[in-house]
């Protein structure tokens, strides 16, 4: 879970810091729109919050591994939308993160 919380605050970083790597994949490759970047950001920094505060208390871990799960099902298909296979690699990575933080939270309650 920790694994997750900390790449999804990276990867909010990345976006508000405007990472030329992130701005490439997301922006230039996947057509996402710049004025996006904050807003994702802020997802992803909820979910990294939702996850922390989840450890004391188990529905809130739940719910924020669930929204990351989508965030990343959404992330991946706007990759594939535009046949960026390489792109979705990282994607997929956070992917099995936020599942594995989902599965293993929902099993602890």
């Keep these: 879970m ?8 990276v ?13 490439k994949t997301v922006h230039e490759v996947a057509g996402v729109p ?3 970047f904050p807003f994702l ?14 450890i004391g ?4 871990g739940v719910a924020a591994a669930a929204g990351m799960t989508l965030y990343f099902v959404g992330a991946i298909a706007a990759h594939v939308r535009v046949h960026d296979w390489k792109g979705c690699l990282p994607a997929v990575q956070m992917l099995c993160l936020a599942i594995a933080a989902l599965v293993t939270r929902s099993l602890s309650m």
């Design 34 to 36: 710049m004025r996006w």
């Design 11 to 23: 990867s909010g970083l990345g976006k508000l810091r405007r990472n030329p790597y992130i701005v």
């Design 41 to 54: 950001a802020g997802l992803e920094f909820a979910a990294a919050a939702g996850l922390l505060l989840g």
């Design 57 to 60: 208390w188990a529905p809130l």
């Design 2 to 9: 920790i694994s997750a919380l900390l790449l999804a605050v």
